[in-house]
T-cell receptor
Framework: GAVVSQHPSWVICKSGTSVKIECRSL??????MFWYRQFPKQSLMLMAT?????????EQGVEKDKFLINHASLTLSTLTVTSAHPEDSSFYICSAAGHLRAIINQPQHFGDGTRLSIL | RKEVEQDPGPFNVPEGATVAFNCTYS??????FFWYRQDCRKEPKLLMS???SGNEDGRFTAQLNRASQYISLLIRDSKLSDSATYLC????????FGAGTRLTVKP
């Protein structure tokens, strides 16, 4: 069964709206969560890494004021796309890793993804 | 040079065929390797980890060559349900994804 739940799975909204995406780990405590973006026919691009209780680390080129990440608990991280515009339309996927991430060969568990369409 | 490079594909094969995907990575310090499968408009799902000694899971065989910084995935007796995009993933403290290779298995 799913170990990472992502919600919502599909969002369509007007330009200028802020959209919040939730990522929950169901069976374990996720000390680290990752947020990815995937454009059509392209691979996943890491946007940011969030650690519970601390500020997220953003990849180069990703605006932290645009993509707000909160990881307030060991089971929940949220990504808020602020003032979304059509170019933000994409497939956003979260993944989670528990404390075993320190053992580097542990794979990540992905959420179902959120398809965001900005009109 | 990209951190993880894969065969561009697409691969279109008949049912029952054997197909192989290749992947190279640039960071020699990479420590773990995976193949993920991604269906259209879905999240990636772990297919298998790749071990130094090579490993097999049913019809799927993964190989790692650290000296050449190369990993491979072999699918034998391909099924229609194997149609998907296969992502090569390398972990060098961050997960690095290849662009994916699309496979279509036809009747």
């Amino acid at each position: 069964g799913a170990v990472v739940s992502q919600h919502p799975s599909w969002v369509i909204c007007k330009s200028g709206t802020s959209v919040k995406i939730e990522c929950r780990s169901l069976d374990f405590q996720a000390t680290t969560m990752f947020w990815y973006r995937q454009f059509p026919k392209q691979s996943l691009m890491l946007m940011a890494t969030s650690n519970e209780g601390s500020k997220a680390t953003y990849e180069q080129g990703v605006e932290k004021d645009k993509f707000l990440i909160n990881h307030a608990s060991l089971t929940l991280s949220t990504l808020t796309v602020t003032s979304a515009h059509p170019e933000d339309s994409s497939f956003y996927i979260c993944s989670a890793a528990g404390h075993l991430r320190a053992i580097i060969n542990q794979p990540q568990h992905f959420g179902d993804g959120t398809r965001l369409s900005i009109l | 040079r990209k951190e993880v490079e894969q065969d561009p594909g697409p691969f279109n094969v008949p049912e029952g065929a054997t197909v192989a995907f290749n992947c190279t990575y640039s960071n020699s310090a990479s420590q773990s390797f995976f193949w993920y499968r991604q269906d259209c408009r879905k999240e990636p799902k772990l297919l298998m980890s790749v071990y130094s000694s090579g490993n097999e899971d049913g019809r799927f065989t993964a190989q790692l060559n650290r000296a050449s910084q190369y990993i491979s995935l072999l699918i034998r007796d391909s099924k229609l349900s194997d149609s998907a995009t296969y992502l090569c993933v390398v972990n060098d403290n961050d997960m690095r994804f290849g662009a994916g290779t699309r496979l279509t298995v036809k009747p």
